[in-house]
Every structure is written in C-alpha cells, then in structure tokens.
C-alpha cells in the first residue's frame, strides 16, 4: 500500500458537481489501495473575488487580514469536498493548514514554508481516513494565519508529499499534462511523458501563462526527491511526470518550446562601463521588488555600455522610476522601454550534449525572418527576445524544425 | 478607561459600505477613550448560503465539516472589519475563535463553550490594538473547528465580555432596540429602555422571530452578571439596556407582549393516567431531540387523561412519529396535531407582585372573542395558546389594556 497526494486546483472544485466528481475519482483511488491525502484549492474564482471584496472594502489591504481572508476559500473547498466523500462512504477529515502542521515564516501574502509537522495528518492516515488539506495556507511561527502566494497550493502539495514519504504528487487541473509548445499556438504539439525537474523549472519560468506547475513547488519537488504527475481531473489517462533524470535514458535533445508574452524591455543606455555601476541599479531594483528577468550587456565602446533587461509588464512602471531616478547618478544617456517583445525558448536536457542547438534555433528563426534582440542561455534553454507580432510564427517554426510533433 | 465588548451581527456587515460604516462606529468609540473588543456575525446571509451549498454537495452533511465550512463566514467578515479599521488608523488584528481560547465542547454545529482563555486579545489590547473576533465558532477539546449553533455569536459577545471583565457587551443590528410588541404589529409599540434578564428570557424564548438576543446569550450575560446594551447600528441611540433587575426601581407591572407562530400542537388522548407514562413519552421525544415547549395534561377522568404540548412546527413530524410509535405501549386512544396555532404571552417583573394579571388578560381576550386553547405561567410572565388567525387581534387588545403604547 503506497500513500499518494493528490491536489486537485480551483476548476476542479469549482461547484458541488465537480466536488462529487473528485470525491469519486479520490475513492477509486483507495480501492485500488492506495492511501491518499488530498489537498485542494478555493472554488473556482473565489481568491480573485475575496481579493476584490477586500479591494471594495479597503485601500490599505494589511497582510494579516488579506491571509485571514483569502484562507477562507481553501475552508470551503475542503469541508464541502469531505461532505461528498463521506457520501460516499470514505470517511474522511478537513485540515487547515495550521492544522496540517504547515509551519511558514511571517512575510504574509507570501510566506515560506520552513516545517511540515504533519502529526495530525498521519495520524488520520492511521486511524483508515482520507486527510483533506486546505492548499496555499499555513500557520506562522507567531501563530498568525498566513498564504503562501502565487502557486502557493501546488508548494503544499508536494511539501506535504515530502514530508509524509509519498510515493508521488498527483497535480490535477483542467490541463492534462506538460506539452512541447502551446497547444493553443502550435495544435500538433504532444503531451510529455516525462521530463526532468531541471526541464521542468526552465518551462515554468519561461512560459506565459506561468505553466502547468508552479516554478517553487518544482523546485521543492527537485530539492525533496517527490515525483509530480501533472494530469488531467477529468480523466484516467496518464500525464506528465516530472523527477529526478533517468541516467540510463536517452534524452531527447529538446523537449519543449515555449513562450512569453508578459514581460517588457527596458534599456539604459550609455551607461560608463566601471564596477559598481550596475550593481547600484539592480540593488535598487532589487529594493522596489521589481523581478528582473533576462539582462543583456553589451560589449562597451569607448568606456560606455548599454544594460537592458527585461521585467514582468506589470513591474515596469516601477522599473521605470527607479532607472530615471539613478540615471543621472551613474551618467547614463537615456532610459528607454519597449513592450512590444516577447521571449520564446527551447528547453531541453539534451542540449547539454548537443553543441550546436543554439545554431540550429538561430538558423530557424532567421529563415523565418524573425529578428532576434536579446539572448541568454542555461545548459538546458536557449531564450531569445524577438518581437512580439513574431512570437507565435517562431514558436510553430521551431516545433516543427526540432520535429516536437505528433 | 472602560472596555466593551460591541457585537455587529449579519446586516450590519453586509457589504464594504457597511464595513467601513461599522469600522468607523469602532473607531469613534476609541476616540471616547474606550477600549474595543469586537465580535462579528457572518457578511448578510453568507451562512444560510454556505448551508445551501453544502446541501448541493452532500446528503451526509457530517457536524465536523459542517463548522469548518460555515467558519468561513465570520472569517472573512472580521478580515474585511480589520483592514475598513487600518483604513481609519485604527490598529487590529482579526480572531477566528480558536485563536480568541473559545474552547468548547465536541457536539459539532450546536457546540457549548466551556472555557474563554482570551490571552491573545488580552495581549491584543495591551498593545493598543482593538481585537474583531469571530463570532459563532470555537475550538474543541480535541482541537477541531466547532460552531455554537443558533444564536452563537451574541454568546460569543457575551462570552467574551464576562472573561474580559467588560464594562457592557453592546449588541448592534438593524433592531433598535427591545419593544412593548413587535411593531409590525402594533404600530405604536414603544422601545424598551431597561429589562431584567429574567424579563429577557422570556421575551427571547415567547417571541417569533426568536427575538433581538438569543436566549442562550442572555442566560450567559444574567450567569456572569454581563449588561447587554440592544442597539442599532444605524445610529447613536440609545438602545435596550439588559441587566440585573434594580431593587431600588420601580417595576413596570407589564413590559411587553410577545407571540410566536412558529409552533405546533400535539395531543395525546385518553392516556390511562399512572406514574412514568408521561416521563416515558418525554424521554422518548427528548432522544429525539424533539424541542417541547409547553406541556399541559388536563386534569383526569375515569382513570384517562389527555397529555397536550406544543413543538416548533419543524419537529412536528418527528413528534408524531414519536407518540404514534408509542400511542398503543401507553394505550393511548388518539394522537392529534393542530398547526393552526399561537401563542401570546405578557412578560414583567412586577405581576409577581400583581396576582390580577392573568384574570385581566384572559378577560381581555375574552372580550376581543378569542379563545384560549391552554395555558402556561412561569412568575413574570403568563403565556395562552391562541388560534392563530386571532393572534394580532390579541396582541393588540393586550398591548393596547395594559398601556404599553407610547
């Protein structure tokens, strides 16, 4: 008998039918005999609209409040979740996450988890019963409600995965695996048997909207050793599953393509090419929140460099201010922006061995006429900045040069 | 520098505008010098539509998940009061009952509470801060999520007052106060300024809808010697002040008429009147939690006697299945039911003092034509059940004889 957690997001409890849908598919599980701790997420929409309930309500939105309020969709899921298995006759219990043993640092809105106590959990396992844990929330080490932020309830799942020694994390939504490129761009591109957590992390950081897994709740998974299965709620088929790389296989050279279209440039130009410079500008950056993601130096002419980088379009107001603010500061000429780019990346761990992938992908886009502004590489990516309105003819161009179709 | 407890029930925190209304109403009280402990009721009908989504979900509807949906409820209210409250400079930290030490006992949905520890919010104002706790929920001895049942959060108010040491427990809603009648249906009903808790009592426990404070709460503040003050949330009246009866005062012979149509009779016919058959039948009725609330057994003839007793008109069905199960065990001839019924009732300390009372009240309805089906009398007040298409003509005749009109 092998113990599994299954999280199950928003769209699948979405309302009372869909909770009995995965009341059913959570009994079928232990009848195969396997022993499940389920963690859920709040209804549907109900984060968004708590947030904009707060939003009516107040202009200050203070952290604790924002966490005792927004825990109180995950309740819901929970509770109405057990009512339906009980139906069914698997008895079953609720916990929050403080009573899950979740234990976080005090930043709220998006704490850390630093503990998985989990005694309450096993416990509940051992007296025959179905644990049901609210995601995306804990309890802090000053006994404060908390949330854990975005892909907060995937981090539970595989942290409580880790800490009860389950065989697998079961990450169920309305998508039913990790695909080669957008299905929405690319229709021939497949779902992934597998990949690796090093692939996995790459797709998540580099694909809009922030992919089928959260980027943190992958790097617990690496960091822990829990397999994810990424599947579909609302079938039996297989997903993808994400774990440690199988040395003995052979990798395929890429596995996916993915894109971003979320993310502004900026550029400061002229910038005097001396040590301190740069690092003043991003300290400052750094101090606003602002989440740099690619940067991009040139080679300096005359003593003078320019430094673009890019940031989410949601932070580059922000960015913005302080690059004007500090221009002046460090001699730079201008400060200009560009959101009209966008980054598409191949991901693969068996480019590692495979010298000439950059090539072949700059061949690629160029054949097509698609400009390349920005590069940056990992032993397992290559991104390339290019301009919006070519994104999508870039992505469909590499799929089927790198042959990721059906 | 005074504490007080002040309680916002569903209507006041219905929405952000009333938020803010009621965050503002706790933030002139501080600048009084008062300290403020606050407890809030579920945003407007949130609970009867949790209720209804958990009925769409489940058949089952077991007690433990039931509180941990419906503690959802108080949850976001008090998050939403606390950030209406930074808004306006006031410093607070929301509650939820476990975090306040209200312990109670394991009957889920209808928990008693047994103990308040209340360091947390004893800590809370210490600091400056005013405490918005959650009504209506607790934690159990075993440390699952635990909901008072009707009537909770003003015992939770008053609850929280008695441990606190709390000067008053002010009690807020769209009801102004205590009246002679129900207004809609005597017009010229007048606001109450003082009761007794005795008077109380009884007004909570004769009047439909259940009243302007649950029965239990009083009982709770008359235990711990807690003066609930009934208020309006819409304004600065004075409202009803509830406390211990002043000897020093004098009594108003009558303070108000009170009805109730909620309930049903039962009768019991020719039941062969010996020891232990009555106490049968109750025990039976009671392991069904079966509500009684007037009971009459008429006086015995040939040995038989009929037993007659009133039910709230939802437990009329297990009621009857009850005595019909048990009519041949007790030889009964007949088990009859009558929903057409009310009951009318005079509440005031002073008729203890005053033996004409109830012959002016049956006189009374004597004269208006209205016959009294049975009788009950408790010290301070006289209760009569009334057909109940006569019982706003009995009302009002009564009102209108014993001068409780402005």
Same mark, same amino acid.
């Given at each position: 008998m092998s113990l599994v957690v299954q999280k199950f997001g928003g769209t699948s409890v979405a309302d009372p039918e869909r909770l009995r849908a995965v009341a059913d598919h959570v009994a079928r599980t232990r009848r195969r005999g396997d022993q499940v701790v389920v963690v859920v997420s709040a209804m549907g929409k109900e984060t968004d609209e708590l947030i904009r309930l707060a939003e009516r309500t107040s202009s200050t939105l203070p952290g604790r409040e924002m966490d005792m309020l927004l825990s109180a969709g995950e309740r819901k899921a929970m509770a109405l979740l057990c009512m339906a298995l009980h139906d069914l006759g698997v008895p079953s219990d609720s916990f929050t996450g403080s009573q899950a043993g979740i234990i976080t640092d005090t930043f709220h809105t998006r704490a850390k988890i630093l503990e998985v106590r989990g005694d309450r959990l096993r416990q509940c396992l051992a007296e025959g019963k179905v644990p049901v844990v609210a995601g995306?929330?804990?309890? /802090?080490?000053?006994?404060?409600?908390? !949330?854990?932020? %975005?892909?907060?309830?995937?981090?539970s799942a595989v942290a409580l995965a880790a800490a009860l020694g389950a065989e697998a994390c079961e990450k169920y939504s309305d998508v039913p695996g990790v695909f080669t490129a957008d299905p929405r761009v690319v229709p021939d591109a497949k779902r992934l048997a597998q990949l690796s957590f090093e692939e996995m992390l790459e797709i998540a950081a580099t694909a809009t909207p922030p992919g089928v897994l959260a980027f943190r709740a992958v790097e617990f998974a690496r960091?822990?050793?829990?397999?994810?299965?990424?599947?579909? /709620?609302?079938?039996?088929?297989?997903? !993808?599953?994400? %774990?440690?790389?199988?040395?003995?296989?052979?990798q395929p050279i890429i596995s996916a393509v993915t894109h971003d279209t979320s993310e502004a440039k900026v550029t400061v130009t002229r910038v005097p090419d001396k040590p301190g410079i740069a690092a003043r500008l991003f300290r400052s950056l750094a101090d606003e929140n602002v989440n740099l993601d690619m940067i991009v130096q040139n080679v300096s002419q005359e003593g003078l460099t320019d430094i673009s980088f890019t940031v989410p379009k949601s932070d580059l107001e922000v960015a913005l201010k302080v690059c004007r603010s500090h221009a002046g500061e460090i001699s730079a000429a201008d400060v200009l922006t560009d959101d009209g780019i966008a980054k598409v990346s191949l991901v693969g761990a068996g480019m590692k061995t495979h010298p000439g992938v950059s090539a072949d992908m700059f061949e690629t886009l160029a054949n097509h006429g698609v400009n390349i502004e920005m590069i940056s590489t990992s032993p397992i990516r290559i991104t390339c900045v290019v301009r919006a309105d070519q994104v999508e003819e870039a992505v469909q161009a590499l799929h089927s040069a790198f042959e990721l179709g059906e």
């Open positions: 995306f929330q804990g309890v /802090s080490t000053t006994n404060d409600i908390t !949330t854990l932020g %975005r892909g907060g309830s995937d981090t960091n822990h050793g829990v397999p994810i299965h990424v599947r579909s /709620s609302f079938s039996w088929e297989p997903g !993808t599953w994400v %774990r440690e790389e199988d040395p003995s296989m052979e």
